[in-house]
Each structure stands twice: as C-alpha cells, then as structure tokens.
C-alpha cells in the first residue's frame, strides 16, 4: 500500500486542524465573500484550492526545494507577491468610494468575467506566497515514508487530502461570509465598510508577506 491508512487519518485530522486556524488564504476569502457575495466566496475558496494543487505539484517535484535553497529568488516572489496584495487593496478602496453610485441596490450576480476574475485572483494570493511551499516541505515528509517508494506519489496524495479538506473548509467560510455580506450590502455604508475591510485585509496581507522574511 502507499500510504498507511492510520498516518493518512493523522494527517487529515491535521490537515483540518490547520485550515480552521485563521491564515492569508482564509482571511482573502472571507474578505471577498463580505464584499462580493456567497458565490464569490466558494470561487476564492476554489482559487486558493487551484493554487494550492501548483504548490502540491511544485513541492513534489523539488521545486520548493530549490526556491529555498536560493533566498534571492524566494524574495523576488515574496515581494511580487507583496505587490499584487497591495494593488488588489487600492482596487478595493477604489470600491468603496464607488459604492454609494449604487445606493440601496441588491448585490448583482457576477458574470463569466467577474467569476474568472475571482478566481484567478485568489489563485495568484495563494501563490504570491512562496512560504505555503516551504511549509509543504516542512510538514508532508513527517508522513511520508521512503520505505514504501514513490516518494512524489505520496506527496501529490497527501497533497490532494490537503487540498479537499481545506476546500471544505474554505468553501463553507466563503460561503458564510457571503451570506452575511449579502445581508448587509444592501445598506450603502455598510457596503462600503465592506470594501474597505477588503482592501484592509489586503494590505496587511501584503505588509505581513512584505515583513516576514522566512
């Protein structure tokens, strides 16, 4: 067998554990469902869930290995990273001065474009962080057992668990935070509280990523 039923039961409850605790990934997640609406939320859930899976792949074949092994390129992404952050933050702002043109008006539905563009956005936010693949690296190999061969079959298995359980929770917060953006958007000032909480969520983000050096 590939992997020991009883370390991928551990794992998963880790897995768990560790997407409940408040970080980066669930922070833009519930930020774009207070602004944007339940369906944006499960989009950024999915988003962050795709970045995720590039990190798996990249992880599993020595790529992240390398990023670490070279702290100029883990800083140029690291501060690209910072960058995209900062701009989604102006957008955001940029937002919320424009949400009183819609006073009183019930959130729109977003169309082929604006779901693409949610989701690309919290993909990017997920891989603008080049310490998810250092944690990859940090936390698979506890259960990863080289005895049992195909070391990167096992990691890209472990790496889907991750990624389904943390889409359930993900998902479910994009959810919930949708339903009571939509619950409150339709108050002009609380709809631009709302961006403005966004585009503040993003820029810690971007300062948080921009400071922590390793």
Request: aromatic share 8%.
């Amino acid at each position: 067998m590939l992997v020991d039923p009883q370390e991928v039961a551990a794992f998963c409850l880790a897995a768990l554990l560790m997407s409940l605790a408040p970080g980066p990934d669930m922070m833009f997640i519930t930020a774009t469902g207070l602004s944007s609406g339940p369906r944006a939320g499960l989009l950024a859930a999915v988003g962050v869930s795709a970045g995720l899976a590039v990190h798996t792949s990249a992880a599993a074949l020595g790529l992240g290995a390398v990023l670490e092994a070279f702290p100029a390129a883990f800083t140029a992404v690291r501060i690209a990273g910072a960058c995209y952050l900062v701009v989604l933050a102006v957008l955001a702002f940029r937002d919320a001065v424009r949400a009183g043109a819609a006073a009183g008006a019930a959130p729109r539905a977003a169309g082929g474009a604006g779901r693409l563009r949610v989701f690309v956005r919290a993909m990017l936010t997920n891989l603008a962080n080049p310490k998810v693949i250092v944690f990859y690296l940090a936390f698979f190999p506890q259960f990863i057992d080289p005895s049992r061969g195909h070391v990167a079959a096992q990691f890209f298995l472990l790496g889907a668990l991750f990624i389904m359980v943390g889409l359930c929770v993900d998902a479910a917060a994009g959810l919930l935070s949708g339903r009571l953006g939509d619950a409150l958007r339709r108050r002009p000032l609380v709809q631009r509280v709302l961006h403005a909480f966004s585009g503040t969520v993003f820029a810690g983000l971007a300062l948080r990523l921009a400071a922590d050096s390793r």
